[in-house]
T-cell receptor
Framework: DTEVTQTPKHLVMGMTNKKSLKCEQHMGHRAMYWYKQKAKKPPELMFVYSYEKLSINESVPSRFSPECPNSSLLNLHLHALQPEDSALYLC??????????????FGSGTQLSVL | AQKITQTQPGMFVQEKEAVTLDCTYDTSDQSYGLFWYKQPSSGEMIFLIYQGSYDEQNATEGRYSLNFQKARKSANLVISASQLGDSAMYFCAMRDTFSGGYNKLIFGAGTRLAVHP
């Protein structure tokens, strides 16, 4: 069983909707990540939070707004998305030791469809 | 910046046989690590195995082992005694150390493995 929980598993939304993706981990990890994965492609990094502060934003459009309320929770707020934003959104966490051997633990993802 | 290359879009293997998934990488760092993740159709990325650049022995985790050839910059995943449940997408990955020291994990294009009964 994954120790990173993502909800919802599936989401269908219109281009004018506002929705949020949620991610939770209870492993005591201090770094959390959002990745976007298009079909048949590898995951691409969107955001990294380190100790609840945004440390990396990979030039993601402002219609995606991340939030880290505490070290266990990570949200991704969605507004005015485009059909090309349809993808699998993966959350991950890690200890944030800064070492090159640091392993990421992933959730099962949210499959998002924008109509 | 680091680069990961997986040249096999798809692989087929008969159940109970061994299969090797290729991964080559490019880095100028002396210290680095290679990861392999499995992604079944359910979507979750499952960590399989890790190899550090200074590890003297090839990593092994159950039926998974790494054929690590540092001079050739390759870190091939070997799955022994394939099972039907091994059918999935497999990604090779490593950290991008040009990201200001933060944990940016970069992935290869992936290899889709199909295990046939």
């Amino acid at each position: 069983d994954t120790e990173v929980t993502q909800t919802p598993k599936h989401l269908v939304m219109g281009m004018t909707n506002k929705k949020s993706l949620k991610c939770e981990q209870h492993m005591g990890h201090r770094a959390m990540y959002w990745y976007k994965q298009k079909a048949k492609k590898p995951p691409e990094l969107m955001f990294v939070y380190s100790y609840e502060k945004l440390s990396i934003n990979e030039s993601v459009p402002s219609r995606f707004s991340p939030e880290c309320p505490n070290s266990s929770l990570l949200n991704l707020h969605l507004h005015a998305l485009q059909p090309e934003d349809s993808a699998l959104y993966l959350c991950a966490s890690s200890q944030d030791t800064g070492g090159f051997d640091e392993k990421l633990f992933f959730g099962s993802g949210t499959q998002l469809s924008v109509l | 910046a680091q680069k990961i290359t997986q040249t096999q879009p798809g692989m087929f293997v008969q159940e109970k046989e061994a299969v090797t998934l290729d991964c080559t990488y490019d880095t100028s760092d002396q210290s680095y690590g290679l990861f392999w993740y499995k992604q079944p159709s359910s979507g979750e990325m499952i960590f399989l195995i890790y190899q550090g650049s200074y590890d003297e022995q090839n990593a092994t985790e159950g039926r998974y082992s790494l054929n690590f050839q540092k001079a050739r910059k390759s870190a091939n995943l070997v799955i022994s005694a394939s099972q039907l449940g091994d059918s999935a997408m497999y990604f090779c990955a490593m950290r991008d150390t040009f990201s200001g020291g933060y944990n940016k994990l970069i992935f290869g294009a992936g290899t889709r493995l199909a295990v046939h009964p």
